[in-house]
């Protein structure tokens, strides 16, 4: 059975109250079908080797596992996500053709790439141009509206130290867009505040999500 490669639209927003998220309807739909992830496996989770701006791989991993228990623990879902083996390397300063061939491959990977000085968020967006996380589906089975393969990219040149909830927030959001998950059409402002701890008011630049 082949596989189609989609570049596909993202899209996602976090809750409104602690400990609940909320999203839009699925982004990737055909002949009025949604595209799904199976649910006799987890997801697995592929973490890029690198480090993410200023953080450590570790403190990245921490994040990032934060960040899918959130997804874990939606009541009605019985999707799941787990932290698989990493990738094979550091996928730093990928081209824009070698970002593709990574995220389309159908190798069982879905990569979570560390963008830690914003080379390829730049290669793939243009200079400034304010994206600090992209995501979605990038493989399916369109005879059966499955999906088997999606990637997250964070810029890590827009992280810093002082704004780690925020990184979570968008972390959690990519996610569901690798989950094939849309934007609510309401209350945008609030993304991020389904973050323990995390007051939901988020600067300019971490609002932007980028649609392909």
């Given at each position: 059975?082949?596989?189609?490669?989609?570049?596909?639209?993202?899209?996602?927003?976090?809750?409104?109250?602690?400990?609940?998220?909320?999203?839009?309807?699925?982004?990737?739909?055909?002949?009025?079908?949604?595209?799904?992830?199976?649910?006799?496996?987890?997801?697995?989770?592929?973490?890029?080797?690198?480090?993410?701006?200023?953080?450590?791989?570790?403190?990245?991993?921490?994040?990032?596992?934060?960040?899918?228990?959130?997804?874990?623990?939606?009541?009605?879902?019985?999707?799941?996500?787990?932290?698989?083996?990493?990738?094979?390397?550091?996928?730093?300063?990928?081209?824009?053709?070698?970002?593709?061939?990574?995220?389309?491959?159908?190798?069982?990977?879905?990569?979570?790439?560390?963008?830690?000085?914003?080379?390829?968020?730049?290669?793939?967006?243009?200079?400034?141009?304010?994206?600090?996380?992209?995501?979605?589906?990038?493989?399916?089975?369109?005879?059966?509206?499955?999906?088997?393969?999606?990637?997250?990219?964070?810029?890590?040149?827009?992280?810093?130290?002082?704004?780690?909830?925020?990184?979570?927030?968008?972390?959690?959001?990519?996610?569901?867009?690798?989950?094939?998950?849309?934007h609510s059409q309401l209350n945008g402002i609030h993304v991020g505040r389904s973050i323990p701890g995390f007051s939901g008011v988020v600067q300019p630049r971490w609002r932007r999500c980028i649609r392909s």
């Amino acid at each position: 059975m082949k596989a189609a490669v989609l570049a596909g639209g993202l899209g996602i927003l976090l809750a409104l109250r602690p400990g609940e998220l909320r999203a839009g309807g699925p982004l990737l739909v055909e002949g009025g079908a949604p595209y799904r992830w199976s649910t006799s496996s987890p997801v697995g989770l592929n973490l890029d080797q690198g480090p993410l701006g200023p953080l450590s791989n570790d403190e990245a991993q921490e994040l990032l596992v934060a960040a899918a228990a959130a997804w874990d623990a939606v009541p009605t879902s019985q999707l799941r996500l787990q932290l698989s083996s990493p990738l094979s390397r550091d996928v730093e300063g990928l081209s824009a053709r070698e970002f593709w061939n990574l995220v389309e491959t159908h190798d069982g990977t879905n990569p979570v790439i560390l963008d830690s000085a914003g080379a390829i968020t730049e290669e793939l967006f243009g200079e400034d141009s304010g994206v600090v996380g992209a995501a979605a589906p990038s493989l399916v089975y369109r005879s059966k509206k499955q999906i088997v393969k999606g990637f997250v990219l964070i810029n890590g040149k827009a992280v810093t130290r002082s704004r780690l909830k925020e990184v979570r927030a968008v972390l959690t959001h990519e996610i569901g867009h690798l989950l094939n998950l849309g934007h609510s059409q309401l209350n945008g402002i609030h993304v991020g505040r389904s973050i323990p701890g995390f007051s939901g008011v988020v600067q300019p630049r971490w609002r932007r999500c980028i649609r392909s």
